[in-house]
């Protein structure tokens, strides 16, 4: 009897494995992992709900893709261990594309991009930052990038700046502006927007679409933009959804998704709710 | 097993090493005069002070370290009028926000300790002092701590490897110890299992050590509870004396 059921057992798993990649599952529920604290993009309502432009744009994308959704929250600094341990299926989450988390997981075209930029109160003399909301691409302007951050540089002298550790602006910063300021990392991004109400930080460095959404906050009265904005290279292709590697199938039906939107324009208006501002990546 | 990886992770997190060190043994350091000091409170028999050090380990040892940390670190800077008071100096660093809440929790662990020991000093010692002339702090300094002092030891022992596992708790503050380098190694390399298993092997070794120590410090206070040497000697010449006849 033992026998004959681990035969069974085997002969089942032997069946499965053939049959696996001929017949690739047909999705009929996605899980989604975000933050919910990334706000525009992802976020958590009081009531514990979650509201955001990537939830509207997943909406959107399920619809498309003819699945259904469930979205589950994990902090930031273990979202990519949790989507290689099975917790969800696919990351959305405010996460660029960069080369060194490609290395470990799979992303889609990317959905947006908002650059970084540095945000400093308003009384501080880093307002006068130069080039402020010029946008510097690394990639495709190396040079001017290069230039605009050494403009920058001496401002930074003896100063501190805070930022989300292992975010794409923490590792700009160490490359580009560690030789003259202290980095101070943080786990949340709403943990430096308190430092630097209180003086303790003298910049952060985020998104745009973050920095511009966190200074509504009232709590962070006195909170502003400052200096140019950059983007590419190391700094990512811009938010895409990342995937366990391998997962072809999905990766196929949300650039799929993410195409159409993009063409037909649905991400630009849910861009301007939510970010007041186009974010599409074209 | 990526051997490799293994000693990587090492080479990142040793750095760590003497911050956290620093924190353990700096904030149990100074929580040691706190926790004597609340202990004597406690036993002073006087109401105010005996209601003061009960109501200061109600609060310290009644909530979470992570949330005393919290509310030191993110919640005094609040207030504008910590921000522009002479504390702010110490307070703006996190370095000195997690020695300042390490300190005041060790001291209300460690004054129950103290507590113990100086309760557990027999009262024919003290009598025995007083019959000698000592009273007052003499008495206090030279027989009382000292018997107490060794009667705390081993729970003192704890509470220091304690400590040592609590400075962990600082990394949330953004400051880079042993954890706060291997929570940003992870989320560098997205290998927790290796990593993790690197850090707690590195507290093990450190808690190791600190226990021989304990350990030591305990035997060398304690010769009462020995057999004398002086016996063991006799013993052995009476052997070989029986050897011979």
């Known amino acids: ?282 | 097993m990526d051997m490799q990886f293994f000693w990587e992770s090492l080479v990142t997190l040793i750095p760590g090493i003497p911050l956290t060190l620093q924190l353990a043994f700096l904030s149990t350091f100074l929580g040691a005069f706190i926790a004597l000091g609340l202990a004597m409170m406690r036993l002073s028999g006087i109401r105010p002070l005996d209601w003061f050090a009960r109501g200061y380990l109600f609060v310290f040892r009644g909530s979470p370290l992570l949330v005393q940390l919290f509310l030191i670190y993110y919640g005094l800077s609040q207030f504008p009028a910590v921000r522009h008071s002479f504390a702010w100096t110490f307070l703006r660093d996190p370095y000195w926000c997690a020695i300042i809440a390490l300190t005041l929790n060790t001291a209300a662990y460690a004054s129950e300790v103290i507590r113990g020991g100086l309760l557990s000093v027999p009262h024919g010692q003290v009598e025995a002092a007083r019959a000698c002339g000592m009273s007052g702090f003499k008495l206090f300094r030279r027989i009382v701590l000292p018997l107490a002092i060794r009667q705390a030891l081993p729970a003192y022992g704890t509470e220091l490897i304690l400590m040592v596992k609590a400075t962990s708790l600082a990394s949330i503050i953004t400051i880079m110890e042993i954890t706060g380098l291997a929570a940003k190694l992870v989320s560098e390399t997205y290998r927790v299992i290796e990593v993790f298993v690197v850090a707690g092997a590195i507290y093990l070794a450190i808690n190791f050590i600190l226990t021989r120590i304990i350990m030591a410090f305990e035997y060398k206070l304690t010769p009462h509870l020995r057999e004398p040497r002086i016996t063991k000697v006799l013993a052995l010449e009476n052997e070989s004396a029986g050897e011979i006849s």
């Open chain 1, 1 to 282: 009897m033992k026998v004959w059921t681990r035969l069974l057992g085997v002969a089942m798993t032997a069946a499965m494995l053939v049959a696996g990649p001929a017949m690739a599952k047909e999705w009929k529920t996605v899980k989604l992992g975000t933050e919910g604290a990334f706000p525009p993009w992802n976020s958590t309502k009081a009531d514990g709900t979650l509201e955001g432009f990537e939830i509207d744009l997943a909406n959107i994308l399920c619809e498309r893709m003819d699945v259904k959704c469930e979205w589950v929250v994990q902090s930031w600094k273990g979202i990519i261990p949790a989507l290689n341990a099975g917790k969800f299926d696919v990351i959305m989450s405010g996460m660029s594309a960069t080369a060194k988390r490609a290395e470990v997981i799979d992303f889609s075209i990317p959905y947006g991009s908002t650059g970084q930029t540095f945000g400093v109160l308003s009384d501080s003399e880093l307002v006068d930052l130069p080039l402020k909301g010029t946008v510097f691409p690394l990639a495709s302007k190396p040079e001017e990038a290069k230039k605009a951050i050494e403009e920058i540089k001496p401002m930074f002298e003896g100063k501190i700046i805070g930022v989300q550790s292992s975010a794409i602006a923490e590792r700009f910063l160490q490359e580009n502006l560690a030789d003259v300021a202290e980095i101070r990392e943080y786990g949340k991004t709403q943990e430096h927007d308190l430092d630097l109400m209180s003086g303790r930080v003298d910049a952060i460095m985020a998104s745009t679409a973050y920095i511009s959404t966190a200074m509504k906050d009232p709590a962070n009265e006195g909170m502003v933009l400052a200096g140019p904005r950059f983007q590419g290279g190391i700094l990512g292709k811009g938010s895409s959804i990342g995937m366990r590697k391998g997962s072809d199938d999905l990766k196929a039906m949300f650039d799929k998704a993410i195409a159409s939107a993009r063409d037909d324009g649905t991400i630009k208006d849910l861009s301007i709710k939510w970010f007041g501002f186009d974010v599409t990546v074209y």
